[in-house]
Structure formats: structure tokens, C-alpha cells
């Protein structure tokens, strides 16, 4: 087995067959220049030659997140070649609509939960979906695990296993089934969350201050895992004790838009040879030895001869560059003052669909939520009510309008505060295009990676929005315009530049 990064969280297996063929997987396919839900650039690059590219049988998508699941390169990929699309069975809802624009005829099936499915009598696929006690946006990722006659590998693409016995036993489950030679585990590590918030910083001095504050508090998380198992004996415990095994990592592939910035492109927390290094220095604390490397773009690792890390050369496919992680700059990024689109739009109805979103989504969802539900929002209110503050306009000016919800309430309702009456307390606050976007399918959970957030402000309902499971229909229509924007020739750039007024 030979498994080859090509940037972000997508892989290229490749699997000698005993008939001397090749048997090829991608794993995921995010390849466009840039991502629509993210609003950044994809790093390193990667480039197709179409006519040298080598057959590839099997294109598994895990889930519905666009930097994993991309129309424009399915739409030209399928141009090209056909292999089977194997969907994680959580997309099921998206077989008709990824039909509808691909190719007639193109093979399209679902990978079942803990169901392996055999290709060519010999290599073995095993999808695993995790059950967690908490709601994200990332409910419906499908993990991989890969066999091959002595080699198996593991594909943790964005969902890390859960500290729960029976759900880490599913994989060394998959792990211990045969007496394999090579056991590899490939972690994703993306670090968005830090990686975000270096651009609020205005400058060198308060970035490494964030830097150091973060790297700290990850190296805390990794050693807490590692304890918990240890001291818990969860199955991850015996797992990093089984022959051959490896730690793989990759991912980190957002970066703000070059051509803007390349001192912001280089913004980058915890490089991925610092995690790997992370991971080993704890994972010896604890008495594992255990090999942890970073896997960047346009490497890869043959477990047929070496067995070690070197730039890989795959005819068809060219990885760019990846730039290299600089802090050290007082660049800053560009703002959205109001919507990301900024056409003018019909009030009523953008209201109507705002209510029928806050009282049909939000209101059932967050009043259910333990962790933080309205009713302890409302509490702590003097006045009881908890306001979303909503701006209908183009930009500025706006007409801002507030709807409530609190015990005297049975839904949100529209207020409107009497001739001087103070203004409510507000807890959320949106520009109506962008809503009724995310409702629409033009927006996603982080397209406000360029909005000029209100660090004191909530953002529940946009969260809400996002989580895949409660909000199919959202995804479903996300999709479909963006099949139909690739299908008439334009690009996830120019979608994403488009916005960076």
C-alpha cells in the first residue's frame, strides 16, 4: 500500500493487486483553487493533466463539508473519468441532486456503517460514524479504515474518535482483525479554530501571545487524552500498543487568499511537524514509542519498500507549494462591513423566512441544548427575553429590526421598542442577506470567516444553521447551487473572490 497526500485531508491509496494491476482511491475531493464555505484558498494547489492521469477506481467522500465534497472538481473530474463515487451513508439525502449533475451512467453507492465492501476480492473498505453526546457540524463525517493483505491504514478525516469504550473498541476492532504488518493512522489536524483567530490580532507581539496561549492549551488536550485512556484503559490505550503501528498526520489546508496577503496566507499556529512532534513527546511520557510524522502535500509513503516519507511522483497530478508558517507580520484582513452579498432584497419575505428559521430550527433546538440552553440565556436577562437583532439592507444604511423570545412568549415574535424606550439587550446579530443566504444555499457555517464579527456578541442561530443532521435540506440546497454554478462554467474563485469587496 502506498498512501500519498495531496494537500488538506485528501489521500491517493494506491494498492498493488495480485494480478499486477493497480487499484487506486482518493479519499475525498477537494481540488478547486478555493473553498465557497470557508472563504480561503486551498494549500498546496493541485493540478490535473487529465490525459496522463492514471485510472482511478474508487472516489470516497466522507461528508458534507466543501473542502471534502467540491462540485466544480466533480463536475470536471467526471468529465474525464468515471470511477465508482462511494458516498458515506450520511450523504444518502444528496444521491439524487449529485446525479442530476454528474454524467448518466456514473456508478454512485453508499458505504454503510461498520459494512466492509471488497473490491477486486482483495482490498476492504470499512466506514466507521461516530456517535458523540454533543451536536456539530461535523455529525456527519465517515471515517475510513483500508486493509490490504498485511497493510491497514485508518483515515481520521475531521472527526477525532470520542472518549467513549464502545466507540474507540469499533476501530481496534478493525485493527486487530487480521495479524497486519503496517497499522496506520492518519490524523487529521486542521487547527482551525486557532488558525482563525490569528487574524484578530493586529499585530506580531499579540499573535505569538495567541500562539503560545493555544499551543499550551493543545498540548494540554493531547496529554489529557492520553491520560484518560491510559488511566481508563479505553481501547485507544492497547490500540498504540499494537505491532506496526504509526501515527500519520496531515490536513492544514486553508489559507487566506495569496493575492491579498501573502504575509496573511502565511498564518499558520501549529505547524503540522510541531503536532507530530507534540503527539510523540506526550506519547512517551506514557511508554509508547510509536513512530509520529507529518505527511505534507506531495509525499507519501510506500509501505512496499522503505517504509518511509519522500516526495511522491504520480503521473497526472502536480501538488504546488505550500508556503511556510510566518507570524511575524502586521498585515491585516479585509472586513465585510455588511452582507457578503450585497444585492437589495425583498423585506417581507426575507423576514418571513427569518421567523419561520428562528421558531422551526433555532427555538426547538437551543431550548433541547444541555450544554446552553435559551432558558438559562434568559434568566441571566433582566428583562427576560433573549433579542436577536436582525440589519435588512444592502449595507449601509440598514433597517435593523428585533425579535424576542422569553417566558411570556410561545415563538419569536418582532419587536419593536416604543418612542424612547431603550433599545433591548442584544444577543445576536445579523445582516438579513446573509441569513436568508444560509437558507438558501448561498452560505455556509464558515463563510464568516470574513465578516467583522462582534466579539461580545452570540452567534447561536448561525451555529444552528450549520449543523448538518438538523439542517439537510440546507446542505442539499448549498449543493445544488453550486452544481449549477459549475455546471455553467464558473469557478469556486471566482465565487469566493467575488466577496472580498
Given at each position: 500500500m502506498k498512501i500519498t497526500s495531496l494537500g488538506h485531508t485528501e489521500c491517493l491509496v494506491e494498492i498493488p493487486l495480485q494480478n499486477g494491476a493497480t487499484w487506486r482511491l482518493m479519499i475525498d475531493g477537494w481540488y478547486s483553487s478555493f473553498s465557497p464555505a470557508d472563504c480561503a484558498e486551498r494549500t498546496p494547489q493541485v493540478a490535473f493533466d487529465w490525459e496522463k492521469l492514471p485510472e482511478i477506481d474508487v472516489l470516497f467522500v466522507s461528508h458534507s463539508?466543501?473542502?471534502?465534497?467540491?462540485?466544480?472538481?466533480?463536475?470536471?473530474?467526471?468529465?474525464?473519468?468515471?470511477?465508482?463515487?462511494?458516498?458515506?451513508?450520511?450523504?444518502?439525502?444528496?444521491v439524487p441532486t449529485i446525479r442530476e449533475f454528474l454524467p448518466e451512467g456514473t456508478r454512485i453507492e453508499l458505504l454503510k456503517h461498520l459494512r466492509t465492501q471488497t473490491f477486486e476480492g482483495e482490498v476492504e473498505l470499512t466506514g466507521i460514524v461516530y456517535v458523540e453526546d454533543k451536536i456539530s457540524n461535523e455529525d456527519d463525517v465517515m471515517t475510513l479504515f483500508v486493509s490490504h493483505g498485511k497493510d491497514a491504514a485508518y483515515f481520521e478525516i475531521d472527526m477525532?474518535?470520542?472518549?467513549?469504550?464502545?466507540?474507540?473498541?469499533?476501530?481496534?476492532?478493525?485493527?486487530?482483525?487480521?495479524?497486519?504488518?503496517?497499522?496506520?493512522?492518519?490524523?487529521?489536524?486542521?487547527?482551525?479554530?486557532?488558525?482563525?483567530?490569528?487574524?484578530?490580532?493586529?499585530?506580531?507581539?499579540?499573535?505569538?501571545?495567541?500562539?503560545?496561549?493555544?499551543?499550551?492549551?493543545?498540548?494540554?488536550?493531547?496529554?489529557?487524552?492520553?491520560?484518560?485512556?491510559v488511566e481508563h484503559e479505553l481501547p485507544f490505550a492497547n490500540l498504540w500498543?499494537?505491532?506496526?503501528?504509526?501515527?500519520?498526520?496531515?490536513?492544514?489546508?486553508?489559507?487566506?487568499?495569496?493575492?491579498?496577503?501573502?504575509?496573511?496566507?502565511?498564518?499558520?499556529?501549529?505547524?503540522?511537524?510541531?503536532?507530530?512532534?507534540?503527539?510523540?513527546?506526550?506519547?512517551?511520557?506514557?511508554?509508547?514509542?510509536?513512530?509520529?510524522?507529518?505527511?505534507?502535500?506531495?509525499?507519501?509513503?510506500?509501505?512496499?519498500?522503505?517504509?518511509?516519507?519522500?516526495?511522491?511522483?504520480?503521473?497526472?497530478?502536480?501538488?504546488?507549494?505550500?508556503?511556510?508558517?510566518?507570524?511575524?507580520?502586521?498585515?491585516?484582513?479585509?472586513?465585510?462591513?455588511?452582507?457578503?452579498?450585497?444585492?437589495?432584497?425583498?423585506?417581507?419575505?426575507?423576514?418571513?423566512?427569518?421567523?419561520?428559521?428562528?421558531?422551526?430550527?433555532?427555538?426547538?433546538?437551543?431550548?433541547?441544548?444541555?450544554?446552553?440552553?435559551?432558558?438559562?440565556?434568559?434568566?441571566?436577562?433582566?428583562?427576560?427575553?433573549?433579542?436577536?437583532?436582525?440589519?435588512?439592507?444592502?449595507?449601509?444604511?440598514?433597517?435593523?429590526?428585533?425579535?424576542?423570545?422569553?417566558?411570556?412568549?410561545?415563538?419569536?415574535?418582532?419587536?419593536?421598542?416604543?418612542?424612547?424606550?431603550?433599545?433591548?439587550?442584544i444577543q445576536e446579530r445579523?445582516?438579513?442577506?446573509?441569513?436568508?443566504?444560509?437558507?438558501g444555499g448561498r452560505a455556509e457555517l464558515y463563510c464568516n470567516f470574513i465578516q467583522d464579527l462582534d466579539p461580545g456578541m452570540n452567534y447561536r442561530l448561525w451555529t444552528v444553521l450549520g449543523a448538518d443532521f438538523l439542517n439537510h435540506d440546507l446542505v442539499e440546497r448549498k449543493y445544488r447551487y453550486h452544481f449549477e454554478r459549475a455546471k455553467a462554467g464558473k469557478s469556486a474563485e471566482e465565487y469566493v473572490l467575488g466577496m472580498f469587496r
Open positions: 463539508h466543501m473542502d471534502h465534497l467540491d462540485p466544480y472538481f466533480l463536475t470536471e473530474f467526471y468529465r474525464h473519468q468515471s470511477p465508482l463515487l462511494l458516498l458515506a451513508e450520511t450523504l444518502a439525502y444528496l477525532i474518535p470520542p472518549m467513549i469504550y464502545e466507540e474507540q473498541q469499533k476501530l481496534l476492532d478493525l485493527f486487530e482483525s487480521k495479524k497486519f504488518k503496517n497499522r496506520i493512522y492518519v490524523h487529521s489536524t486542521n487547527e482551525l479554530e486557532g488558525n482563525l483567530r490569528l487574524f484578530d490580532f493586529p499585530n506580531t507581539k499579540a499573535r505569538e501571545g495567541w500562539r503560545k496561549e493555544y499551543v499550551a492549551m493543545r498540548k494540554e488536550e493531547i496529554l489529557e487524552r492520553y491520560a484518560t485512556c500498543k499494537l505491532p506496526g503501528y504509526r501515527s500519520l498526520f496531515i490536513g492544514q489546508g486553508l489559507q487566506y487568499p495569496v493575492r491579498f496577503s501573502p504575509a496573511l496566507a502565511r498564518n499558520k499556529i501549529f505547524w503540522l511537524s510541531e503536532v507530530a512532534g507534540t503527539f510523540g513527546n506526550i506519547a512517551s511520557q506514557f511508554g509508547y514509542q510509536t513512530a509520529f510524522e507529518a505527511l505534507y502535500g506531495g509525499n507519501g509513503l510506500d509501505l512496499r519498500g522503505s517504509g518511509t516519507i519522500a516526495p511522491a511522483d504520480i503521473p497526472g497530478i502536480q501538488v504546488g507549494e505550500i508556503l511556510p508558517a510566518d507570524i511575524r507580520h502586521d498585515a491585516l484582513p479585509y472586513r465585510a462591513g455588511g452582507p457578503l452579498h450585497t444585492d437589495q432584497r425583498d423585506f417581507a419575505k426575507q423576514e418571513n423566512d427569518i421567523l419561520e428559521a428562528l421558531n422551526v430550527r433555532f427555538l426547538p433546538t437551543k431550548i433541547a441544548d444541555p450544554n446552553y440552553s435559551l432558558k438559562q440565556a434568559i434568566i441571566l436577562d433582566e428583562l427576560g427575553e433573549y433579542v436577536i437583532e436582525v440589519r435588512y439592507g444592502p449595507g449601509k444604511p440598514f433597517e435593523s429590526r428585533y425579535y424576542a423570545w422569553g417566558f411570556s412568549r410561545f415563538r419569536f415574535e418582532r419587536v419593536i421598542p416604543a418612542n424612547g424606550q431603550h433599545l433591548p439587550k445579523y445582516f438579513a442577506n446573509d441569513l436568508t443566504d444560509f437558507l
